[in-house]
């Protein structure tokens, strides 16, 4: 019998049924998604080591799709394109967030990226004891406002009198318009924050 001449598996197409499984509420394993691809678990075996291996591609996967190339410019261009890529990462696969977050990233791609945030803060001047700091705040940030983007359109519902809230809400924004005017507004201040930082720093 000739080969296939597109073989049964391949690292993207695992990825990408991983994530498909993820997200559709389903549990995740090496198993389930065997069933998905309906194959062996074995068959996986071959292309990954385990559910840690399987992660790992989903992660390379969804950073070459939400950040196909490396942000270039000054230090705060590359961080604002990097949490807008990440911010669209989280809030499109809500489900993954714990399976990402949850184990040491090793993925090539996503390595790069983290490479380049850090370089950029370097040659940008800030100190190389606090980069890896900046970069964790950066993560939080980007993680937060993804899982803000997949809230109800109503976060706030109160159900008696308020001082403030209740007024403010009558004529508040909702939905994605909200959570894209959040995050920029949030994204501005943060930059603002570092930029302070960076000068008083430059300062001492």
């Known amino acids: 019998m000739p080969r296939p001449r597109i073989p049964l598996l391949s690292e993207d197409r695992i990825a990408d049924a991983a994530i498909e499984l993820v997200d559709s509420g389903d549990p995740f394993g090496v198993n389930a998604l065997a069933r998905r691809?309906?194959?062996?678990?074995?068959?996986?075996?071959?292309?990954?080591?385990?559910?840690?291996?399987?992660?790992?591609?989903?992660?390379?996967?969804?950073?070459?799709?939400?950040?196909?190339?490396?942000?270039?410019?000054?230090?705060?261009?590359?961080?604002?394109?990097?949490?807008?890529?990440?911010?669209?990462?989280?809030?499109?696969?809500?489900?993954?967030?714990?399976?990402?977050?949850?184990?040491?990233?090793?993925?090539?791609?996503?390595?790069?990226?983290?490479?380049?945030?850090?370089?950029?803060?370097?040659?940008?001047?800030?100190?190389?004891?606090?980069?890896?700091?900046?970069?964790?705040?950066?993560?939080?940030?980007?993680?937060?406002?993804?899982?803000?983007?997949?809230?109800?359109?109503?976060?706030w519902q109160p159900q008696g009198e308020t001082r403030t809230l209740g007024r403010l809400l009558g004529s508040a924004e909702r939905g994605s318009t909200r959570s894209e005017r959040a995050f920029e507004l949030g994204l501005e201040l943060l930059l603002e924050s570092l930029r302070l930082r960076l000068a008083r720093i430059s300062a001492r």
């Open 37 to 155: 691809l309906g194959v062996t678990p074995s068959s996986l075996y071959n292309h990954v080591d385990g559910r840690d291996g399987i992660i790992e591609l989903m992660r390379g996967r969804l950073g070459r799709r939400y950040l196909p190339e490396l942000p270039e410019g000054a230090w705060d261009e590359v961080v604002a394109e990097t949490l807008r890529g990440m911010r669209r990462l989280y809030a499109g696969h809500p489900a993954v967030v714990p399976l990402l977050v949850g184990k040491t990233i090793t993925d090539p791609s996503v390595i790069a990226s983290y490479d380049g945030l850090t370089t950029a803060l370097i040659d940008g001047g800030f100190p190389d004891d606090e980069v890896l700091a900046v970069v964790a705040v950066l993560d939080s940030f980007a993680l937060g406002f993804g899982l803000d983007l997949a809230s109800p359109d109503d976060i």
